[in-house]
């Protein structure tokens, strides 16, 4: 098994660095389970790589530009990771008197500056611990009881958030209903969404409601994909600026136009306040959505999105790197891209043309 998987951060005006980092990871197995082979953070002109020989248990720390500055292979500290860490790479730079033939000590300070910088940026830019959200989430209630908000995948945590924004925090709950109204009005969902507290007590039980059309309906009486999207709707507007999401279907329930719209704000959100998703999804619209905005130049740039492609051949699965162009247009699809919506628009056309001959 070998797979090779590369994201690109996007470039900042920072002191030393001005190109995008990029980040790669080389896959392989131990045994019967995947593991990193190797771990790359590329900035021109830095190279610095982190590979784990075949023994799984040494790993050779590398830092090139035009030349190799820094060299090293040693005992692997966390072999039950089976992660080649970059950290210890940033735990030699920070380390003062190198040994001159690791031809570390013959950096700039600006260089050092510069490598230290790109670990920064790149860690930073992970946005801390990633949060999942999973593909089915929680069934809607009709009345909730107040209860701990702690995170959860499945979403059972999001009633008792609107309820404590709701109570506890006016501006923030303006600014979350402002964003979910957008949405629902965009997606044909809903128009608004409102907390109906069943007595004065913050004890007391309380209700979601949905205003469709006309008057607010219980959360559980209108479409099952707004109570499935409603997590992914809460978690992605009120995580933190620069968060990592993990997202897995999130189509789930809903029609194509709020799969559409979903796709938009997924865009709007990393444009505006640079979080980072990661999507697992079967939506056509979703992603055609995200192309079209690309095209009209009102959601991500080309460099920001990065399409895998599984395709089955057998018992194996082949992942194919796909990019977009500015014109919001495929590149690089493998032959088998998108050939079952082919097949069946020609079995339309033939249908048609059967019909006219008769």
């Known amino acids: 098994m070998g797979l090779s998987v590369a994201l690109q951060m996007p470039g900042r005006e920072v002191k030393h660095l001005k190109a995008p980092i990029t980040f790669e990871a080389e896959f392989d197995q131990i045994g019967s389970q995947p593991a990193v082979k190797s771990v790359e953070l590329r900035s021109d002109p830095f190279s610095v790589t982190a590979r784990r020989h075949s023994q799984a248990r040494k790993v050779e720390y590398r830092i090139n530009t035009a030349r190799t500055l820094f060299s090293m292979a040693d005992e692997w500290r966390y072999p039950e990771r089976l992660v ?201 619209y979703l992603l055609e959505r995200v192309r079209l905005d690309i095209r009209d130049g009102i959601g991500l740039r080309p460099e920001d999105v990065s399409v895998l492609y599984f395709q089955r051949k057998g018992p194996e699965v082949r992942i194919h790197p796909i990019s977009i162009d500015g014109g919001g247009n495929i590149v690089d699809a493998p032959k088998g891209y998108r050939q079952f919506f082919l097949q069946e628009e020609r079995r339309f056309l033939g249908g048609f043309a059967d019909v006219r001959d008769h």
């Open 84 to 284: 080649p860490d970059l950290a210890e790479i940033r735990f030699l730079l920070r380390r003062r008197n190198q040994p001159k033939e690791q031809a570390l000590g013959e950096l700039e300070d600006a260089e050092r500056e510069a490598l230290d910088e790109m670990f920064r940026l790149a860690y930073r830019g992970t946005g801390g611990r990633p949060y999942a959200i999973a593909p089915i989430r929680t069934r809607p209630e009709r009345t909730y009881d107040p209860k701990k908000d702690t995170p959860a995948p499945e979403g059972g945590h999001i009633p008792m958030l609107l309820s404590r924004t709701f109570a506890g925090d006016p501006n923030s709950w303006k600014a979350l209903k402002e964003a979910l109204s957008k949405f629902g009005k965009a997606s044909g969902l809903f128009e608004g969404m409102r907390v109906r507290r069943l007595g004065n007590k913050e004890s007391d039980p309380f209700q979601i409601q949905v205003k469709v059309s006309g008057p607010a309906f219980n959360l559980v009486d209108v479409g099952y994909g707004v109570s499935q999207v409603l997590p992914i709707l809460v978690d992605s507007l009120m995580g933190d600026v620069g968060q990592t999401f993990l997202m897995q279907q999130p189509e789930v329930h809903l029609h194509p136009k709020a799969q559409a719209e979903l796709g938009t704000l997924i865009a709007q959100l990393i444009k505006q306040e640079h979080k980072r998703f990661f999507v697992e999804t079967h939506s056509d």
